[in-house]
């Protein structure tokens, strides 16, 4: 791990607890996961108790301490898109996966998970892969969706 | 630049306004998160290569804006000074829409809306239903400005109210003018603004903090992201002004870590607004200091409530505290701290500008000014609404929502998130205020409607928000860490098939118990959802429990995939499709399902052309 740019990313936002979530999404970010090595550096750097830091990496949804995937599946479960059959959807990956939601595939290429609502509820149900938003998905094109990933 | 005075301010504001004249025709692009994901962000790129090329620089103005409402149909192009709306458009239509409209005057017929209901298309965003309906007091000026440019905002007004606050008004007048507005927390709980303002206000200490809530947690909800990521200069001005009000030099605003775009344009209005005097020292020349920082959120529903989000704000993980001491008294760092979100901060600079009477004017007895709702699920014009307080219900869902699509029949309006309820289709003609849903058992909530028709079942809606409610309990009260969870097992029992005689009973004293003794807001409305479909749609329990069906065709361990034999023609399309090669048949006959290998996937039937595969 490049420290350099770990503390760079500390620098940036300072010692100030109210961005320390936000250091740790940056972290993240730029590591696809939150590793223990940059948890502890954290920890000594801002002067917080690396259990703290273990807490709220834990506490926090939006935090993995397991590395993810190359590509990212993110479903949407919103009311929205729940009534949308948002679930099928869900169903229909891991069934094509081999996974559950919050699992990466042996092969480390997707990591399945769902958001509470993305607030694209005119599109739903939707899927993101990668960040590029995929608008009023049906089980039949979940397949060619995930084909067209593997090959990247 | 750096305005120092009302003088200074109004002035610019005229020579923007000018400027603007210059442009003949200004095509407006909505550019918020919805249309962004329909591909907003080509379709401008291709209006700014296009127009170059055309050689259209001087006389036309292209700008992305932020979100305009009607998300259904995006990417949105709007042509100014006609208000010509043309929906879904690609940037493959673009050259046409300038040398055909902007040049030629012609109105591209394809690219027009059509009226769900009468069919009709309509040629001017002013005459859609959609947004005539509506009074976009909070919403309005989201199509006209560029949220990354606070000269737009300027240009239609912007900042004034601040001036006016801090020249004309003591701190005592700005809160007494919000009391008087009957202006209500948009967040969900619908307390009274100004007197919040007040007990913080005369809250002792010595430092105090203002906050902007936007972790936006409701599903289905989103006019927050809208707001902030449209027009977060609104947003920036109610702040400073409720600073100047209760005294404070600091503020946060707390963005959900989904809004990505929501953050990076209320970062650029921060750095703007510094550069302009608004926020930083001496703002308007007035000795007054202020400074508002942004706060990320980690995806945690639960932070959404306010000492949460404090607890979070202090690099702690998001858990509430009791709520016998007050945040307004001892809030983040102990400090006193007002808490507001986005949607009531917007309310501000309306309020400050146009004074309290006039917002009076607008609403219902007690629920005063206008309400965003996010009108999605089964629902044909889903999008962002903001009407009167008061309105019908119907006239939401009918008026300027066109109804459920497919001819299918209305079920429920879910209002208020997982802490509300199912607001039953008989209840339809019920004025939609903080009070009235409050008595259907619901709650306004953030204002989040999802429509659901008769193919949702609510038994699994109920079962949906425990679920949500379960992963997203911080687990450090019990009634809710353990409650819920009880109840959802119920639940999941139900829908699997397995319910017994006194389930339902049983759930309602949990349900009870988890409602009365739970440690704050989350756990004492988890039970709303469930409570409600229990009241309005005891039979589907009834349905589920006694004659193990589920009569909406979505609980999947109750309902069978079967194949008409009058409409199947025998193509094979669902043999070939089915991933569990589950159906066979001969071609041109009648095909069977193997119900010992079918998943209920439901890919036959969303491949079958002759609709004749359904669950029962």
């Given at each position: 791990m490049e420290t350099q740019n770990l503390d760079t990313i500390i620098e940036s936002r300072g010692n100030d607890s109210s961005q320390l979530i936000g250091i740790l999404q940056d972290i993240q970010a730029e590591y696809n996961h939150l590793p223990v090595s940059a948890l502890m550096q954290v920890s000594e750097t801002l002067k917080i108790p690396f259990s703290r830091l273990y807490s709220i990496a834990t506490f926090f949804k939006a935090f993995s301490l397991e590395p993810r995937g190359r590509h990212i599946i993110t479903v949407c479960m919103g009311t929205a898109c729940h009534v949308r059959k948002a679930p099928r959807i869900v169903d229909e990956v891991c069934r094509s996966l081999g996974i559950k939601a919050g699992q990466t595939t042996a092969d480390r290429l997707f990591t399945l998970e769902t958001v509470n609502c993305l607030g694209t509820c005119a599109l739903g149900p939707v899927m993101v892969i990668d960040g590029k938003y995929y608008g009023n998905v049906t089980v039949k094109t979940v397949g060619a969706l995930l084909k067209k990933y593997e090959k990247i | 630049m750096r305005i120092e005075s009302i003088q200074e301010l109004e002035k610019l504001r005229k020579t923007l306004l000018n400027e603007m004249k210059k442009a003949k025709t200004?095509?407006?692009?909505?550019?918020?998160?919805?249309?962004?994901?329909?591909?907003?962000?080509?379709?401008?790129?291709?209006?700014?290569?296009?127009?170059?090329?055309?050689?259209?620089?001087?006389?036309?103005?292209?700008?992305?804006?932020?979100?305009?409402?009607?998300?259904?149909?995006?990417?949105?192009?709007?042509?100014?000074?006609?208000?010509?709306?043309?929906?879904?458009?690609?940037?493959?239509?673009?050259?046409?829409?300038?040398?055909?409209?902007?040049?030629?005057?012609?109105?591209?017929?394809?690219?027009?809306?059509?009226?769900?209901?009468?069919?009709?298309?309509?040629?001017?965003?002013?005459?859609?239903?959609?947004?005539?309906?509506?009074?976009?007091?909070?919403?309005?000026?989201?199509?006209?400005?560029?949220?990354?440019?606070?000269?737009?905002?300027?240009?239609?007004?912007?900042?004034?109210?601040?001036?006016?606050?801090?020249?004309?008004m003591t701190a005592e007048e700005v809160v007494a003018e919000v009391k008087t507005s009957g202006l209500r927390g948009r967040g969900g709980g619908g307390f009274p603004t100004g007197t919040k303002w007040e007990t913080c206000r005369d809250a002792p200490g010595d430092l105090r903090y203002v906050i902007c809530n936007a972790d936006e947690g409701d599903p289905g909800a989103y006019m927050d992201r809208s707001l902030l990521e449209g027009n977060p200069h609104s947003v920036l001005e109610g702040m400073i002004i409720g600073a100047y009000a209760?005294?404070?030099?600091?503020?946060?605003?707390?963005?959900?870590?989904?809004?990505?775009?929501?953050?990076?344009?209320?970062?650029?209005?921060?750095?703007?607004?510094?550069?302009?005097?608004?926020?930083?020292?001496?703002?308007?020349?007035?000795?007054?200091?202020?400074?508002?920082?942004?706060?990320?959120?980690?995806?945690?529903?639960?932070?959404?409530?306010?000492?949460?989000?404090?607890?979070?704000?202090e690099g702690k993980p998001g858990r509430p505290k009791a709520k016998y001491i007050h945040t307004v008294k001892k809030g983040l760092w102990e400090r006193p701290t007002n808490l507001n979100n986005v949607e009531t901060w917007a309310n501000v600079p309306l309020i400050i500008n146009n004074g309290s009477q006039w917002y009076r004017a607008t609403g219902t007895e007690g629920s005063k000014g206008t309400k965003i709702f996010s009108l999605v699920g089964k629902i044909n014009n889903t999008g962002l609404v903001e009407v009167p307080m008061g309105m019908p219900l119907r006239e939401i869902v009918y008026g300027i929502g066109g109804g459920v699509p497919g001819g299918k029949k209305l079920k429920a309006v879910q209002t208020g998130g997982p802490s509300g309820g199912c607001v039953?289709?008989?209840?339809?003609?019920?004025?939609?205020?903080?009070?009235?849903?409050?008595?259907?058992?619901?709650?306004?909530?953030?204002?989040?409607m999802i429509i659901m028709d008769e193919n949702t079942c609510m038994v699994d809606v109920a079962r949906y928000f425990l679920n949500f409610l379960k992963d997203e309990s911080c687990g450090k009260c019990l009634p809710c860490r353990e409650g819920i969870k009880r109840m959802l097992e119920i639940l999941n029992r139900i829908c699997e098939g397995r319910g017994v005689e006194g389930d339902v009973a049983l759930l309602g004293e949990i349900a009870q118990t988890v409602q009365e003794t739970s440690l704050c807001a989350l756990g004492g409305s988890a039970p709303n959802p469930l409570l409600t479909t229990l009241k309005y749609f005891g039979d589907e329990y009834v349905a589920h429990v006694r004659d193990k069906k589920c009569p909406a065709g979505i609980c999947k361990d109750l309902i069978a995939y079967a194949i008409s034999e009058e409409k199947c023609n025998g193509c094979g399309a669902c043999a070939k499709a089915c991933p569990s090669k589950a159906i066979r048949g001969e071609k041109k006959k009648t095909h069977v399902i193997d119900h010992d290998l079918c998943t209920k996937c439901g890919i036959c039937a969303e491949t079958c052309r002759k609709q004749a595969i359904a669950a029962a």
């Open positions: - | 200004r095509i407006r692009i909505c550019a918020g998160t919805g249309c962004r994901a329909c591909g907003a962000q080509e379709v401008i790129d291709a209006f700014r290569k296009e127009a170059e090329k055309q050689g259209l620089d001087l006389g036309v103005e292209i700008k992305g804006t932020g979100c305009h409402g009607f998300c259904e149909r995006g990417t949105l192009v709007v042509i100014q000074p006609k208000g010509i709306l043309y929906q879904t458009v690609k940037p493959e239509d673009v050259p046409e829409i300038l040398s055909a409209t902007v040049e030629g005057g012609e109105i591209i017929d394809r690219l027009l809306y059509v009226d769900p209901v009468s069919q009709e298309k309509i040629t001017y965003e002013k005459d859609i239903p959609f947004y005539k309906k509506q009074k976009r007091l909070l919403l309005g000026m989201n199509p006209d400005i560029d949220p990354t440019d606070i000269m737009d905002y300027i240009a239609c007004g912007g900042y004034s109210a601040l001036g006016k606050a801090l020249t004309q209760i005294g404070a030099n600091e503020g946060y605003i707390y963005v959900r870590n989904e809004y990505p775009l929501a953050v990076e344009n209320a970062r650029k209005a921060i750095e703007e607004a510094k550069e302009c005097g608004f926020l930083g020292e001496d703002i308007f020349s007035t000795g007054f200091e202020f400074d508002v920082k942004i706060a990320r959120g980690g995806g945690a529903f639960i932070c959404g409530e306010s000492s949460a989000l404090m607890t979070s704000l039953p289709e008989d209840l339809i003609d019920m004025p939609v205020d903080f009070d009235q849903l409050t008595k259907a058992g619901s709650m306004m909530g953030s204002g989040g």
